[in-house]
């Protein structure tokens, strides 16, 4: 672990050229120019001219943006970027396009493995201006020490499930349940959510995470909710993310996902939904409309918009602006890799344009505000993804004089639309420095990524032996181009 500077201690970045500054009379984010932002310990103490304190650091703001850490508000990345080069064409035409249950069934991570793509994914994160997590994954021993090591403010979400997918060579879908694994991964997620807010790094914190909407029991869900409630800690499961799903609850229970989530009072201020892409407005699933979006309305739910995993099926979330103006909190994920929220945000940016045929449908701010104060909301959190006086210290500093940044007239735009993390030079989180001149001080990427390689050759190997039709890892997803 590199040095970080005594929490007390006062930084100052001294004339920034940009601030992208929190408004608190209008709630909103906002250009300032020329002016210095100083922190002490984990908390910002001054946004405006003139800094008249004593500092132990003094940074030359003169060619800097200064904005709020990002939020990514649902990632894998115990498993995720065990993917690359195997999800991004991968789909299974005959269920909606959906590969989600052929490649989970055939495509097992280990353990070892896991380790190794977490500190790839955090370091990805972190080198592109994200400072906090939710990462929903399976849990293992190393989970929270990993992430207290990477340095990042995380939200940890230990996943668990009463049913396993199972598939049957009509290539339909059938679900194993096991009510009593379902019950000791819910008594595990009660314990590390409890423990977790005593961890000497002081940035972690726990999150209900019933895996998906149709692998959980009622008594699950129910006591899933309760539990969330009584913690006054937040709850997030997967829905409406595949047209498999919608015929499964449809089947089962004789309504919509948001329907059912509706009837067992999981939807609320507390209740962070990853996708919620197919509610009963959406062209494919031809409902009768509002219904579904009013209710996340109603009842104050946020939504974690993931735009790449659905968009490289074909399908789209349709759309931000509906949603937003529907009075919906968004906030985004990375879900897949790259987890760059970054370029995620150009990506949900420009799909919802395309999905509404409106180029208003979403604008700049709203999907920055997403990225930022959405996810902090979504997570109960009114002292993230701002710069503010009294915010946590969770601040990114970007480099206006990358070319590609140049001309930096409208720098949030040149960073989105263009830039992304290559702009992103120094990263704070809690005050403390975890990334400097692009590179992160607390993890060794490289090195992560090279045991992910032998893990990702580990995985592949045993493919046929998982498959439902015993199939190689080439045969379910070939590569680009033909091996000559
Ligand atoms: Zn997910």
């Known amino acids: 672990m590199p040095a970080t500077s005594p929490s007390a201690a006062t930084t100052l970045i001294r004339n920034a050229a940009w601030v992208i500054a929190w408004d608190g009379s209008n709630g909103g984010h906002v250009y300032r120019r020329d002016v210095d932002v100083a922190f002490a310990g984990d908390r910002i103490v001054h946004v405006g001219p003139a800094f008249a304190g004593e500092a132990d650091r003094i940074i030359d703001g003169r060619d800097t943006m200064v904005m709020p850490g990002l939020i990514d508000s649902h990632t894998h990345p115990t498993t995720e970027p065990f993917f690359k080069g195997i999800r991004e064409e991968h789909g299974v035409s005959r269920m909606g396009n959906s590969g989600l249950y052929e490649r989970s069934i055939a495509f097992r991570p280990d353990l070892e493995g896991r380790h190794a793509a977490m500190e790839v994914a955090y370091a990805e994160m972190l080198q592109s201006g994200v400072t906090s997590v939710v990462d929903l994954s399976s849990p293992f021993d190393d989970w929270p020490e990993i992430a207290a ?91 409406a993310q595949s047209t498999n799903e919608l015929k499964e609850v449809a089947e089962r229970y004789g309504t919509t996902p948001l329907g059912f989530a509706d009837e067992i009072g999981l939807l609320g201020p507390n209740c962070l939904l990853a996708h919620a892409i197919f509610l009963d407005h959406h062209s494919i699933v031809g409902g009768d409309g509002a219904r579904d979006i009013a209710r996340l309305a109603e009842t104050g739910t946020s939504v974690a918009h993931c735009p790449t995993p659905v968009a490289r099926y074909g399908h789209q979330f349709e759309y931000f602006g509906r949603y937003a103006r529907a009075g919906v909190n968004l906030a985004i994920g990375t879900d897949v890799s790259p987890h760059n929220l970054l370029e995620e945000m150009r990506t949900a940016l420009i799909m919802a344009r395309v999905a509404a045929r409106d180029m208003t449908a979403v604008t700049t701010p709203e999907v920055f505000t997403a990225a930022t104060v959405g996810g902090a909301r979504a997570m109960l959190r009114d002292d993230l993804g701002k710069i503010d006086v009294g915010a946590k210290a969770d601040i990114v500093l970007v480099d206006l004089q990358d070319p590609a940044m140049m001309p930096a007239r409208d720098p949030l735009r040149s960073l989105i639309y263009t830039a992304a993390e290559r702009a992103v030079r120094d990263v704070f989180v809690d005050g403390h420095q975890v990334v400097a001149d692009r590179k992160v001080l607390t993890l060794d990427r490289l090195a992560a990524a090279h045991r992910l390689a032998e893990a990702q050759a580990r995985m592949i190997d045993a493919v046929p032996s998982r498959d439902f039709l015993g199939r190689s890892a080439d045969e379910i997803t070939p590569l680009s181009l033909p091996l000559a």
């Open 149 to 239: 090591k990477s340095g990042i403010r995380a939200f940890l979400a230990p996943t668990y499930r009463s049913a396993e997918w199972r598939m049957e060579p009509d290539f339909s879908l059938h679900f194993d349940w096991n009510e009593e694994v379902g019950r000791r991964g819910f008594e595990r997620a009660v314990s590390l959510v409890d423990s977790l807010p005593s961890h000497p790094s002081g940035r972690l914190s726990g999150v209900f995470c019933p895996a998906q909407i149709e692998t959980c029991t009622r008594d699950i869900f129910a006591d899933s909710i309760a539990a969330a409630k009584e913690r006054g800690v937040p709850i997030t499961t997967h829905i």
